[in-house]
């Protein structure tokens, strides 16, 4: 019984931990701004909306895919764990747009 009372709270707290999507700012300032702001390894920086706009006309599930699978020197989940494919959408938004 303790052992199933046990696995039920993990897997609330692990529902829980991801209802919220996390705002693209969020996302890019914990795990896209290392490459993104200075375009390492030929990543778009932030808000360069010349350099997004190719990428974007993949359409949205694919950008996703690609960030779950990683590409060049991005690995895979570009360096953000616990991002849902709503996170990775959201930064996707966030870094493609002029400021």
């Not at 895919?65 to 616990?82: E, F, I, L, R």
Request: hydrophobic share 40%.
């Amino acid at each position: 019984m303790k052992k199933r009372l046990a696995m039920t709270a993990v897997a609330a707290l692990t529902l829980s931990a991801n209802v919220f999507a996390q705002t693209g700012e969020e996302v890019y300032n914990k795990a896209c701004q290392v490459c993104h702001s200075m375009g390492v390894a030929g990543a778009p920086k932030v808000n360069d909306v010349a350099a997004w706009e190719p990428r974007l006309t993949q359409g949205m599930e694919t950008l996703i895919s690609t960030v779950k699978t990683g590409k060049n020197a991005m690995p895979p989940g570009g360096m953000c764990m616990d991002c849902t494919d709503e996170d990775y959408k959201n930064a996707i938004e966030f870094m493609s747009k002029a400021k």
